[in-house]
């Protein structure tokens, strides 16, 4: 099946630095990955639509310049934490849609656990 | 609103027994459905996907079916294990363009 990586698996840093987490589809091409934020004990929450070659889409209450997405090839986005505070602590996960399948069936990473202090 | 209902309290089943869990959508028309498996700390995995005009799909031990007038999704794990406790979640999507959205999920436990 699909393969989607995410780097790191986790992190820590202290508050105020910038965090970088990978997401590539190892397998496939992906023209559309989505990253997604998860607290404790609930679901998946979309955070933005990352589209290769455009400016990513954010959803509503979500800071664009606090969640920097590059999408920069076909199977690789980035989505860059700045200015990390403790309250962005949280289970970040990428998905990407497998453009090979009718539907465009969704895979998803590992996750990338983000700590900050 | 759109919705996704899926049972909110954890399903603890027996070893060998056959678990259902159920997702209810409402001001959905979807083209399909995906169950996903979560395991803590870890992002979903991809288990089945069943199209609109599919009554039911069937995977090794899984089945899913798919009711388009009741706006429901069955999904059935039989002769269970302990290995598969863990969450599930489904997400319906009218298109495979948009990201999907899920419901909270079914925590299943499986006793040995």
């Known amino acids: 099946g699909a393969v989607v990586s995410q780097h790191p698996s986790w992190v820590i840093c202290k508050s105020g630095t910038s965090v970088k987490i990978e997401c590539r589809s190892l397998?496939?091409?992906?023209?559309?990955m989505f990253w997604y934020r998860q607290f404790p004990k609930q679901s998946l929450m979309l955070m933005a639509t990352s589209n290769e070659g455009s400016k990513a889409t954010y959803e509503q209450g979500v800071e664009k310049d606090k969640f920097l997405i590059n999408h920069a090839s076909l199977t690789l986005s980035t989505l860059t934490v700045t200015s990390a505070h403790p309250e962005d602590s949280s289970f970040y996960i990428c998905?990407?849609?497998?453009?090979?399948?009718?539907?465009?069936?969704?895979?998803f990473g590992p996750g990338t656990r983000l700590t900050v202090l | 609103s759109q919705k996704i209902e899926q049972n909110s309290e954890a399903l603890n089943i027996q070893e060998g027994k056959t678990a259902t869990l159920t997702c209810n959508y409402t001001?959905?028309?979807?083209?399909?459905l995906q169950w996903y498996r979560q395991d803590p700390g870890r992002g979903p995995v991809f288990l089945l996907l069943i199209r609109e005009n599919e009554k039911e799909k069937r995977k090794e031990r899984l089945k899913v079916t798919f009711d388009t007038t009741l706006k429901q999704s069955l999904f059935h794990i039989t002769a269970s294990q302990p290995a598969d406790s863990a969450t599930y979640l489904c997400a319906p999507a009218d298109t495979g363009r948009r990201a999907l959205t899920f419901g909270s999920g079914t925590r299943l436990q499986v006793q040995p």
């Open positions: 397998d496939f091409q992906a023209t559309t």
């Open positions: 001001n959905y028309s979807p083209a399909y």
């Open positions: 998905s990407a849609r497998d453009q090979g399948t009718s539907v465009g069936t969704q895979y």
